[in-house]
């Protein structure tokens, strides 16, 4: 039999991205990342929708001609059906819908954070299941277990902000662009994390809360009148950035290594934006030489939302006979539990 050629799409917040995996292995990935919601200091959902309109047609035929096969040559076609924006997901779904019916080919429904959990399979070395999965992003934090068959079990998650949430939360407070992941990690490099002790909220199980660090750092920031804060800002806003990174990493990097301890699995893969985090990386690297496990993390480009993601997960449903029916609708609050 033919290897299955898969066509992912993904448009479940503001990157409109499509991407091409035949017999498993990428073949291309194309990510158009808005632009229209820079001055806005965060994603607005009916500019997104808009955009997504204008892009996805030019997307796919990029992701079609760089992978080098045509339409004919695509066995199914898998896209993001939530969790999301109502709007955005809406473009990219009814977009596979049709394109999936005028081929006769068969849909198949990722979810989001089915994506991100096999993000660790488009490249380098894959881990074998079972392995723990953090999925730190903008929208979600949650440690999970990946089993075979597509089984995976919810070990925690955030009771509040997601992790990148918080990021840009910060940011914000700190007078830094959008989104704040980066930019905070990038500042966070030249200031001290032991500048200030922000509280590691530590709750029962595997649960994550962040909105506490998020408004301790308002609290701080607070007690200066306009002046003095321009004035600590100026001077330490590289502190604050390190000292606020270090707790978010202390919190997750120790769910980790509890998890691992709990559970005995060995292979931990940390996936989503936030695990583009540099001093996230450090630490869970040093964690995994200290506690013997080993550590998967995606290549930057497959850490931000993008469609290969969505076509690998595709592929595993694919050889897993789990396709979808044309009636598959748009869900933003879906879970993955
Ligand atoms: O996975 P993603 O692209 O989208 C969602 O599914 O949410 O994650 C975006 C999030 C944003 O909150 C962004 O600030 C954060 O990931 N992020 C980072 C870094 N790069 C992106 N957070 C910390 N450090 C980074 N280097
Ligand atoms: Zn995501």
């Not at 604050?240 to 990174?245: E, R």
Request: aromatic share 6%; charged share 20%; proline share 5%.
């Amino acid at each position: 039999m033919e290897p299955p050629v898969i066509l992912g799409i993904e448009s479940s917040c503001d990157d409109t991205a499509a991407a091409v995996v035949a017999g498993g292995a990428l073949r291309s990935n194309v990510v158009a990342s808005q632009r229209v919601h820079a001055g806005f200091g965060g994603v607005v959902p009916e500019l997104a929708s808009r955009a997504h309109q204008r892009l996805i047609v030019p997307v796919v035929e990029e992701a079609l001609a760089e992978a080098g096969c045509t339409r004919a040559d695509l066995t199914a076609v898998a896209v993001t059906y939530g969790p999301g924006l109502a709007g955005s997901l809406l473009v990219g779904l009814s977009f596979a819908k049709a394109f999936a019916f005028g081929l006769g080919r068969p849909l198949i429904g990722v979810n989001h954070l089915e994506g991100h959990l096999y993000s660790v399979f488009i490249e380098g070395p894959r881990p074998p299941r079972p392995y723990l999965c953090l999925v730190v992003s903008g929208g979600h934090t949650q440690l999970m277990l990946v089993e075979d068959g597509l089984r995976h079990t919810l070990l925690g998650k955030t009771r509040d902000d997601a992790a990148g949430e918080a990021f840009d939360k910060v940011a914000k407070l700190l007078g830094l662009g959008y989104p704040g992941g980066p930019v905070i990690d990038r500042l966070a490099q030249t200031g001290d994390p032991a500048f200030r002790a922000f509280p590691r909220t530590r709750l029962d199980g595997y649960d994550f809360s962040f909105s506490g660090l998020k408004t301790s750092v308002l609290y701080y920031l607070n007690r200066f009148d306009e002046a003095g804060r321009a004035a600590l800002l100026e001077r330490h806003r590289a502190d604050i950035a390190a000292a606020f990174q270090q707790a978010v990493v202390d919190v997750l990097v120790e769910a980790v290594r509890r998890a691992v301890a709990d559970t005995g699995v060995r292979h931990v893969a940390i996936t989503g934006g936030v695990s583009a985090n540099s001093g996230l990386r450090a630490a869970a690297e040093a964690a995994a030489a200290q506690d013997g496990f080993t550590l998967y993390v995606p290549p930057l480009a497959y850490c931000m939302d993008n469609a290969a993601m969505i076509a690998v997960a595709g592929h595993i449903k694919w050889e897993a006979g789990r396709t979808s029916p044309l009636t598959l609708t748009a869900e933003p609050a879906l879970a993955l539990s």
